[in-house]
Nanobody, 125 residues
Framework: QEQLVESGGGLVQAGASLNLSCVADESILVLHAMGWFRQSPGKEREFVAS????????EYEDSVEGRFTISRGNSRRMMFLRMNSLKPEDTAVYYC??????????????????WGQGIQVTVSS
């Protein structure tokens, strides 16, 4: 059973918007920050955005700053990524991640213990 499950990916045209969702299973007993990463073929998995346990601290990778918005739901086990003005270079498999750790920031994939299976986002030009 996956402990993190993503949904909402798909194929869109450049300039369109897309919403990703992630749900954390209750088997994860301690849940602090959550984040989104993405991986394109032949590239390393890279940081996209993160959000603190309370939702008041967010971080973004430079190329998505101002276009993507990360948020958490009323249930802290829900996380969302609103992606606006999508570009072909945003095409990747997007992964939800979660951590039990309390850190000052969360851009490193090594700091996350839990991962989803990934969901494809394809942006056509």
């Amino acid at each position: 059973q996956e402990q993190l499950v993503e949904s909402g990916g798909g194929l869109v045209q450049a300039g369109a918007s897309l919403n990703l969702s992630c749900v954390a299973d209750e088997s994860i007993l301690v849940l602090h920050a959550m984040g989104w990463f993405r991986q394109s073929p032949g590239k390393e998995r890279e940081f996209v955005a993160s959000i603190s346990s309370t939702g008041d601290i967010t971080e973004y990778e430079d190329s998505v700053e101002g276009r993507f918005t990360i948020s958490r739901g009323n249930s802290r086990r829900m996380m969302f990524l609103r992606m606006n003005s999508l570009k072909p270079e945003d095409t990747a498999v997007y992964y939800c991640a979660a951590t039990e750790r309390r850190l000052l920031s969360y851009p490193r994939k090594e700091d996350y213990e839990y991962w989803g299976q990934g969901i494809q986002v394809t942006v056509s030009s």
